[in-house]
Each structure stands twice: as C-alpha cells, then as structure tokens.
C-alpha cells in the first residue's frame, strides 16, 4: 500500500518557538492532506485539510494563526506549530487519501510534540 | 459537520468471547465507515471498512454492520484473543469533502 512519512517522529520545545512537522507521501501524489491533533487516550481530532496549490480549510476552533498549514507540493505538506505553549502538546498525524478510489486512508506514524 | 459517537469507551472480555462496538453518525452525507486499531504511540491501523451501499461485511473473525436508516454501525469480533487488545476508532466519511471524523475510541482488553 502506499506510504505516508512524517518528520520528526518526536520533538521537544520551549514555549514560545515554532516548530514544523513534514508529512510526505512517498509514493503516491496526494492533492489533499489531512493533519489530526490525538491528546493522550483521546481520539483523533481532525484539524484542517491541506490542500495544494491554495489555501488549508480549518476546522471549527483550530486557530488558523496558531498551525499554520502550507502543501508545497504534491507529495509535502507541513503543519507549523507557532509560539507554541505546553497545551499544544499532543501527538500530531497526517494522513492522505488513497489514489484507487478504494477509500482508503492512509496514515503518517504520528509527530510527538512535548512543549516545555 | 459530523458527529460520532462511540460506545462503550472501554471494554473487557474474557479470550475466546465476542466484543461489539458501537458507533453512531449525524451526518447523511457520510458514506464510507472504517473501523482502525491503534497501538499506544503508533499510527492507526485499517481493520476493516463498509460503504454506505453494504449492510453487513466480514473478514475472517471480524465484522461490521450499518444500518443506514438509524445512522449507526458496529465492530464486531469473534473469538477474541489477547493480541486484539487495542484501542478500536470508528469514523466516518464525509462525502462531499472527503473528510474523516473519528469516534471517541474502545479501550479492549482481552484477558487471557
């Protein structure tokens, strides 16, 4: 199946710095991405929809300034974490819809954001 | 948008005994149901999906059913055993966006 990548696996901040996460699809070009915030025993809640060549859409109550989404290109998009503070601490996934038109979805391994 | 909700939040059964989960949608526009298995700190896994024009679907000893009419569907696994201990996620599809919500998620413990 195809594969999703995501860089860094783990990353610890101060508050206040900015961090970057990197979803990339290795072998498939996905038009459309998806990045989800997991709280610890929590579900995936979906954050935005990254979409090349324009402008994410957010969902209701994800601060567009505060995780700012750009999709560079077919196969990267990247979810920046600004001035981030402790409570934006989570597990970060992206995911990408397949190419077959079989529904599938496929996810990144997760970014584990720890803001000090 | 869409809202799942999932039920029950944690549960425990004995190995060798079936578990459903349950889950139930808002929004008639969704039209594909998957069902993942997530390890702690690891990517959710694809267990087993059904569209919105499929009442029922098995693999092996896992199943799920929808029911359309009533907006809900269920996981169901047979014959349990101590590897299916997991945290189980529901989600649906949003049709015209392609977008996933996710249910709150089952803690199952299979005791051996």
């Known amino acids: 199946g195809a594969v999703v990548s995501q860089h860094p696996s783990w990353v610890i901040c101060k508050s206040g710095t900015s961090v970057k996460i990197e979803c990339r699809s290795l072998d498939f070009q996905a038009t459309t991405m998806f990045w989800y915030r997991q709280f610890p025993k929590k579900s995936l809640m979906l954050m935005a929809t990254?979409?090349?060549?324009?402008?994410?859409?957010?969902e209701q109550g994800v601060e567009k300034d505060k995780f700012l989404i750009n999709h560079a290109s077919l196969t990267l998009s990247t979810l920046t974490v600004t001035s981030a503070h402790p409570e934006d601490s989570s597990f970060y996934i992206c995911s990408a819809p397949g190419t077959t038109g079989h529904n599938e979805q496929f996810f990144g391994p997760g970014t584990r954001l720890t803001v000090l | 948008g869409e809202n799942v909700e999932q039920h029950p939040s944690t549960l425990s059964v004995q190995e060798g005994d079936s578990a459903v989960i349950k889950c139930t949608y808002s929004d008639s526009a969704s039209n594909y149901f998957p069902w993942y298995k997530q390890e702690l700190g690891k990517r959710p896994q694809l267990i087993i999906d059904i569209r919105s024009n499929v009442g029922e679907k098995k693999d092996q000893r896992i199943a799920v059913t929808l029911n359309k009419t009533a907006k809900h569907f269920s996981l169901h696994i047979t014959e349990t055993q101590p590897e299916d201990s997991a945290v189980y996620f529901c989600a649906a599809r949003n049709g015209n966006f392609n977008k996933f919500y996710f249910g709150s998620g089952t803690k199952l413990n299979v005791k051996p």
């Open positions: 990254s979409n090349e060549g324009s402008k994410a859409t957010y």
